[in-house]
Each structure stands twice: as C-alpha cells, then as structure tokens.
C-alpha cells in the first residue's frame, strides 16, 4: 500500500447490503488524497470507526490512540467538558489517510476551523436535518438559507451530507471568532425558521421538532465538527458527501454519490474547490450584540 501502511482485514466486509469490503475504503482514499486532504489539512480531525463495519459496533475517536505512529501529526487541546487534553490527528498526508482507513475511520468529521488560529473558524456552516427520507425538504431548505444568505451579501456552496440531509458553507476570512460566528448562524437560522415556521426549526430537542427540518447552527464551535466534503457515510450504498451546484441541488439525491460513483466523478477536476466562493467578512446585518 502506498505511503508505507501495512493494510490488514482487506477482505472485511464493512458494507453487507452492497459487499463493499475495507479493501475497497482504503482504494478509494488511496485514490482520492489529493481531493479528501486539503479538506482536512492541519483540522484537528475526529472520526468515526467502525471495525466491524457499519452494522456493528461503532464509536468517536478524538484522542489519537497511544499506538499511533510517530509520523502522524497531532495537536493537543484542551477537552471542553473533561480536566484532561486530547490530541487530535492533523490528517495531512496520504499516509495518515490511509493508517486511519486501516483503523476503519469511515468517516471523518474535521473542526472549522485551523492550527494557527484555531479560534478562528473559516467557515459558517448550516446543518440542514430533515426527518428520514425527506432529502428533498433539505433541499428546499437550502435553497432559502442560500437566498438568506445572499441577501445580506454572502456567496455560499452545498453539499450533500452524505446521509439525510444538505450542508451549506460560507466561506469566511479567519478575522471572526468562533462567537461571532454561532451568532450569525444562529441569527441566519432564527430568520429562516421565522419564513416557514411550519416547515423550518431550530429546536434542539429531537421531540421538539415534530416533522420539521432542523437548522443546526451548533457546528459552529471549537470542538464541534461536521463530516468533510468527500467523506464516506456508514449508511447502506456507501454514499459520500459531495459538493453540488446551486442549480443541480434539486435534481440529485444522497445515492447519486457514493464510494463506487465518486472517483470517476472526480476525474475532471475538484468542484468542492471550484465551487467554493472566496472568503468573506460577516455583514453587519448578522453580527447579532
């Protein structure tokens, strides 16, 4: 295996409904480093491990475990809630990539934000949870935060969550702080729950929010993260979370992408970074006193 990672269990089914091995996850990293890395690059990661495929038992990992490698970089904070540190894998290398695909890391879920000024989130991001098999409320309601958002002066791009529901990130300039920020996710959230309350809420309590999409605004906080653009989903079909242009998010569903369709849809370029807006500064209108 390339990058010097003695692969094991390749025959290890981890996708019963559709036979998919982990022989095939780590082909598929293997494959598409160049488009999963700058994703991840130098973001305290957290994954999600599944060593008995996505059927069995399956947990976060934060802290990297003691039999991790010398060269896999890590960096180490302060937990939110424990009086302990955690060190977090910096997954920037093909051959981290591909020692956490052995680990049976199937999915990958970076902070917001990078080591240097890890205070500083580069994106704002909105969650977009609609109840089981309603993929297609999501999307409606994606479209609102888009015209929220550019009514106020703010580019911003979608993306599959590779389960249920749609992400949508605005790229931010690093000079806000991760409080300004929830502020303004939650101001944008409290405007869009206020258009369609009947559809859209901002209730975190699951037994709140009877069969409406959920505007999670949450993601926006040191410590918090959200699955990276590219990364499989431990659901059946194996699908990925995939960026998707404005115009085409309503002709596409989570299937539509998956470990098996992806990297041929990669082979002309990476539209996560071409679709990407450039980074921007908070309006006035959502910086919320």
């Given at each position: 295996?390339?990058?010097?990672?003695?692969?094991?269990?390749?025959?290890?089914?981890?996708?019963?409904?559709?036979?998919?091995?982990?022989?095939?996850?780590?082909?598929?990293?293997?494959?598409?480093?160049?488009?999963?890395?700058?994703?991840?690059?130098?973001?305290?990661?957290?994954?999600?491990?599944?060593?008995?495929?996505?059927?069995?038992?399956?947990?976060f990992?934060?802290?990297?475990?003691?039999?991790?490698?010398?060269?896999?970089?890590?960096v180490?904070?302060?937990?939110?809630?424990?009086?302990?540190?955690?060190?977090?894998?910096?997954?920037?290398?093909?051959?981290?990539?591909l020692w956490?695909?052995?680990?049976?890391?199937?999915?990958?879920?970076?902070?917001?934000?990078?080591?240097?000024?890890?205070?500083?989130?580069?994106?704002?991001?909105?969650?977009?949870?609609p109840?089981?098999?309603a993929?297609?409320?999501?999307?409606?309601?994606?479209?609102?935060?888009?015209?929220?958002?550019e009514?106020?002066?703010?580019?911003?791009?979608?993306?599959?969550?590779?389960?249920?529901?749609?992400?949508?990130?605005?790229?931010?300039?690093?000079?806000?702080?991760?409080?300004?920020?929830?502020?303004?996710?939650?101001?944008?959230?409290?405007?869009v729950?206020?258009?369609?309350?009947?559809?859209?809420?901002?209730?975190?309590?699951?037994?709140?929010?009877?069969?409406?999409?959920?505007?999670?605004?949450?993601?926006?906080?040191?410590?918090?993260?959200?699955?990276?653009?590219?990364?499989?989903?431990?659901?059946?079909?194996?699908?990925?979370?995939?960026?998707?242009?404005?115009?085409?998010?309503?002709?596409?569903?989570?299937?539509?992408?998956?470990?098996?369709t992806?990297?041929?849809?990669?082979?002309?370029?990476?539209?996560?970074?071409?679709?990407?807006?450039?980074?921007?500064?908070?309006?006035?209108?959502?910086?919320?006193?």
């Open positions: 295996m390339p990058g010097g990672v003695e692969p094991s269990n390749l025959d290890k089914v981890f996708w019963p409904e559709s036979g998919i091995t982990k022989g095939d996850l780590l082909d598929y990293f293997d494959r598409l480093a160049e488009h999963v890395l700058p994703a991840l690059r130098n973001r305290p990661l957290t994954v999600k491990r599944y060593p008995d495929g996505v059927d069995g038992f399956s947990f990992q934060k802290n990297a475990p003691k039999y991790t490698p010398s060269w896999v970089r890590t180490t904070l302060p937990a939110e809630s424990a009086q302990r540190d955690v060190a977090y894998v910096l997954c920037n290398s093909k051959r981290t990539l956490l695909a052995n680990q049976a890391s199937i999915e990958l879920h970076p902070w917001l934000s990078r080591v240097g000024r890890l205070e500083r989130p580069d994106h704002l991001v909105m969650d977009l949870d109840p089981e098999g993929f297609r409320r999501a999307v409606q309601m994606a479209l609102l935060v888009r015209e929220e958002l009514s106020v002066g703010l580019a911003s791009v979608a993306k599959t969550s590779g389960a249920k529901g749609v992400h949508v990130f605005v790229p931010l300039a690093r000079r806000h702080g991760y409080p300004e920020v929830r502020a303004a996710a939650a101001e944008l959230a409290r405007r729950e206020e258009r369609v309350p009947d559809e859209a809420t901002t209730q975190f309590r699951v037994a709140e929010r009877g069969d409406r999409v959920f505007l999670d605004a949450g993601r926006n906080a040191p410590g918090a993260h959200i699955v990276s653009v590219y990364s499989p989903r431990a659901r059946p079909g194996a699908p990925v979370s995939f960026p998707v242009p404005w115009e085409r998010l309503d002709a596409i569903g989570p299937q539509d992408f998956t470990i098996r992806v990297p041929a849809l990669l082979e002309k370029g990476d539209p996560w970074r071409d679709l990407m807006p450039a980074p921007q500064v908070l309006p006035r209108e959502l910086r919320v006193p």
